[in-house]
């Protein structure tokens, strides 16, 4: 199976690679991080577990040439993978080409973590246009929905199956982030509590005892009151002055959100690593570092960032 690209002569690579079953996965990764090596390029790998260890098995001795990640970890939140995986890496290794294996859709995703997968996959071509990176990102083509394919033609460039490479003709990654912008309901009996400047620290102090009688605990507390924190103070600053929050429980994770009349222009905002010299504007980065899943809807009318955390 070849992996080569017909655009690497450009700055930014994103291919999509479909497989079907271990000897294809293989095939397709493999050579490709082969020739990052043998090129000097950086070179890391970001997939879920078992294949992290199939990958780390087939390169043998090379292995210890390569960055191992799971995402199943490190990208638990699909928010956090540009900032924290592939921007991380990337900036660790300025000089030359860097190569990158992300894989962050696999089988077991959940329904409500898929939307914030598909902006993820859209949104890496805007932050690391021009930039000398290659990024490939495969996709189970056995195990995953035709509409997670659909999906995956619609965030890459050029996609590659069956060994063979095509460019995209679906290619479109704005209409992939408008269209995963989706209203976020929350149940009719979903604990709330409107809040302005003066009010800040109630809303905190709320969110942390409404958390704490659905069972969050420790750290998870912790992460709650600093995202809680980072979020209403968002809303007073650069939202309106005002906001609401709600807080409740979805399963095995608890939910917050909190919602402001601001409009969410930048959509790598909270997914970039901010600049040393920086002051603000770190908020949403710490909601998607502490949190499980974040996600959000923006429209003229106002923002909701929901964030999730296991209890």
């Known amino acids: 199976m070849s992996t080569a690209t017909s655009s690497e002569h450009e700055p930014f690579v994103h291919p999509a690679l479909f497989y079907r079953g271990r000897e294809q996965y293989t095939a397709g990764t493999v050579p490709f991080l ?6 000097g390029e950086a070179v890391a790998v970001a997939v879920p577990g078992p294949n992290l260890e199939l990958i780390r098995a087939a390169m043998g001795a090379r292995a210890a040439e390569i960055e191992f990640l799971d995402m199943t970890r490190v990208g ?5 993978i540009i900032s924290g995986v592939l921007r991380a890496f990337a900036d660790a290794h300025p000089a030359g080409r860097v190569r990158i294996i992300g894989e962050p859709i696999w089988a077991d995703r959940s329904a409500v973590e898929y939307p914030a997968c598909v902006q993820h996959e859209a949104l890496i071509n805007a ?6 990176v290659t990024i490939l990102c495969p996709y189970d083509a056995d195990a995953l929905a035709p509409e997670t394919l659909a999906d995956a033609h619609l965030t890459h460039p050029v996609v590659i199956d069956a060994g063979v490479e095509r460019i995209s003709e679906a290619y479109d990654p704005e209409r992939a982030v408008a269209h995963y912008d989706r209203p976020l309901a929350h149940p009719a009996g979903a604990a709330s509590l409107a809040f302005d400047a003066d009010a800040l620290p109630w809303a905190r102090s709320f969110a942390v005892q409404e958390a704490r009688q659905l069972g969050l605990t420790g750290d998870r507390l912790q ?3 600093l995202a809680v924190a980072e979020l209403t103070t968002n809303s007073v600053v650069h939202g309106g002055g005002t906001g609401t929050v ?8 608890l939910v917050c959100e909190v919602h402001d009349r601001g409009r969410l222009t930048d959509p790598l905002a ?11 504007g770190r908020g949403l980065l710490l909601v998607h570092y502490v949190a499980d899943l ?3 809807h923006t429209t003229e009318a106002g923002t909701t960032v929901r964030f999730y955390l296991d209890l």
């Open 34 to 39: 082969r020739a990052g090596l043998s090129a």
């Open 76 to 80: 638990r939140n699909p928010g956090r």
């Open 127 to 132: 932050a690391f246009q021009g930039r000398h």
């Open 223 to 225: 992460d709650l009151t």
């Open 246 to 253: 709600r807080v409740w429980a979805e399963g095995p994770q």
């Open 270 to 280: 909270g997914r970039r690593p901010p600049a040393r010299d920086q002051l603000g």
């Open 294 to 296: 974040v996600r959000l």
